[in-house]
């Protein structure tokens, strides 16, 4: 019988409800086995940010997805050297896990319509699929993204999900502030970041 498997990568910095409902929403509808929760190592796409330690984002996604069965925390990038890049990411789990698993690959809305500037976009689509989630306000123009890529439309996949408009950037500076962050990050996260004094202002 053929694994399928949903990757959702990303700094998470840190890991919110938003996060975690995209995971569960594209589990239930493609019936995926697992999610995997990949934290990014080194993000190619955002140099002009130093991202938290990689220590601190995978003891938080630890901390969010306890007790649930069905995500599981995947080490691929932090435990390599970066850059880091979807393809080699692809290319890395489809080594680790037994042949003939079936990937698919979560992205939001806006990350698809970007596609087509990712590396090699059309081998990425040879490694797994595309399960696509919404994003408020973003509209992708189709049409040009599979003349591009030719391939495309058989390898996408639309899941519905509620529309949260949480985003780490606001929860970094809602710390920073001193604004509360509690129903936007599981307790167990907001405790860990509490505890570690992470994104405060003048924290390392």
Known sequence: MTLRVGVLGGTFDPVHHGHLVAAQEVRH?????????????NPPHKPER????????LAMVSLAIAGRPGFELSRVDVDRPGPHFTLDTLTI???QWVAGTRFFFIVGADSLAELTGWRRPGEILGLA??????????RVDLPALEARL????????WVNMPLLQISSTDLRARVRDGRPIAFLVPRSVEDYILEH???RAGAT
């Open 29 to 41: 509808a493609l019936a995926l086995d697992t999610v995997l929760l990949v934290p990014a190592g």
């Open 197 to 199: 004094g992470l994104y």
């Open 150 to 157: 030719p391939r495309l439309g058989s390898h996408l996949h």
């Open 50 to 57: 130093p991202i938290s330690a990689a220590d601190h984002r």
């Open 129 to 138: 699929d595309l399960a696509v989630v919404e994003r408020p306000g973003v």
């Open 93 to 95: 789990l489809q080594q």
